[in-house]
């Protein structure tokens, strides 16, 4: 799934046309570009990924650094494939036409830029930011792409060159994110310190609010080291023994801290059950956390907030409601790494952290449900027992 750039691009388009070119037509298409010396010089001369589609989208050529980015299952026989379905988006199934033809394509930055450029001179450019399923990991990644049209004999192609920006937006995304929370906790540091200094607050309330500061400054440093090891793949788990409720206390216990629940209600409620499973705490209770904090964050002063505990079958289950909804343009992009519904640029890792150590080191399921009557839920589906 993607984010529109720079192109000039129309407000939720309807997704692309699901039709695809006849046998014949591609087998036409990919011969002429593979006879053209123009496309040879392009996919050799140009460093990176390149591809070249036809008029429906579908991949006739690569350059060997495309080849090697693409989903291994392709084996090398990616043409008349789409973008998306030959890097394993996870919105290819949700189309009836595959990639370009899901509720979630109409956000898709490259369907926009390509959909343009089949329709205006000149170069488009746009981000692309692509949601992908791979060996059961579930990976997040960021593209500047830019559409050219191509004539070749005859034939309106499209030349498209991707450049991979994930750590780029990586490291902007967490260096705003880190030193926006760290201001704010030292913030208010200084303004409990200085009350203190001045006789101007009670000491005890003072001491107080700087230890829970402190506290939450820690929090926020491990959380931001454990994401950074995530995303190199160096994050370890260590599964042990684990109860439902008191996951729920001790995340409760963290929320009551926070200055977002403040005028909030917060409720917990636990399901009958097998008893206990087996998961990593750590991590489980940042992803838990993580859902109570934004719903807490979404919800209004005097809303309840519901932290609950439940099985499916033999598999634990967590969940937090709010009443609130998120809009419907806004949900199919809740869980990529540079967007937020916060208005405040460099927001938007919970829900990121969320996917990333809920399905790649909790081996679990993590989603939401959201509407005006039944408000929002976030959602973690855990195995029974977690493996080291």
């Not at 004539?151 to 995304?173: K, M, N, P, T, W």
């Not at 439940?310 to 992009?333: C, M, S």
């Amino acid at each position: 799934m993607s984010e529109p750039s720079t192109a000039r691009l129309p407000v939720d388009p309807p997704p692309a046309p699901a039709g695809r070119a006849a046998p014949d037509q591609l087998r036409r298409e990919v011969e002429a570009v593979r006879e053209s010396p123009l496309v040879a010089f392009l996919l050799a001369s140009l460093h990176g990924l390149v591809a070249i589609l036809n008029e429906q989208r579908q991949i006739l050529a690569a350059s060997p650094g495309l080849v090697d980015a693409l989903s291994p299952r392709w084996g090398g026989r990616f043409r008349g494939a789409r973008p998306g379905e030959a890097f394993d988006c996870i919105h290819v199934p949700e189309g009836p036409g595959g990639c370009g033809t899901s509720p979630a394509c109409a956000h898709c930055g490259l369907l926009l830029t390509l959909l343009t450029a089949l329709e205006d001179d000149g170069p488009r450019e746009g981000e692309c930011h692509l949601s992908m399923r791979r060996n059961g990991r579930w990976e997040a990644v960021e593209f500047h792409v830019t559409v050219s049209r191509l004539q070749v004999d005859g034939h309106r192609f499209l030349a498209v060159a991707f450049r991979d920006i994930s750590a780029e937006r990586r490291r902007d995304v967490l260096e705003r994110l880190f030193f926006h929370d760290i201001a704010n906790i030292l913030q208010g540091l200084h303004g409990w310190s200085e009350g203190l200094s001045e006789g101007s607050v009670p000491a005890g309330d003072a001491a107080r609010r700087i230890l829970l500061l402190s506290e939450r400054l820690g929090q926020e440093v491990h959380s931001h080291r454990r994401l950074l090891q995530a995303e190199r793949g160096r994050l370890a788990v260590t599964p042990s023994v684990l109860q439902g409720g008191l996951v729920l206390q001790e995340v409760l216990s963290l929320l009551e801290r926070h200055p977002s629940a403040g005028n909030r209600r917060l409720a917990l409620m636990q399901a009958p059950g097998p008893g206990s499973f087996v998961s990593d705490p750590d991590l489980l209770l940042r992803v838990v956390y993580n859902m109570a904090l934004n719903a807490a964050e979404a919800s209004k002063p005097g809303e309840t907030v519901r932290l609950s505990f439940g099985w499916q079958g033999d598999r634990p289950r967590f969940a937090v409601h709010n009443p609130g909804t998120i809009p419907e343009p806004l949900r199919e992009r809740i869980f990529q790494r540079s967007f937020s519904t916060k208005a405040a640029k460099g927001r938007g890792l919970g829900t990121y952290a969320m996917k990333l150590f809920g399905e790649n080191f909790l081996r679990g399921e993590v989603g939401f449900e959201s509407g005006p009557a039944t408000g929002t839920t976030f959602w973690i589906l855990l195995p029974p027992r977690l493996e080291a």
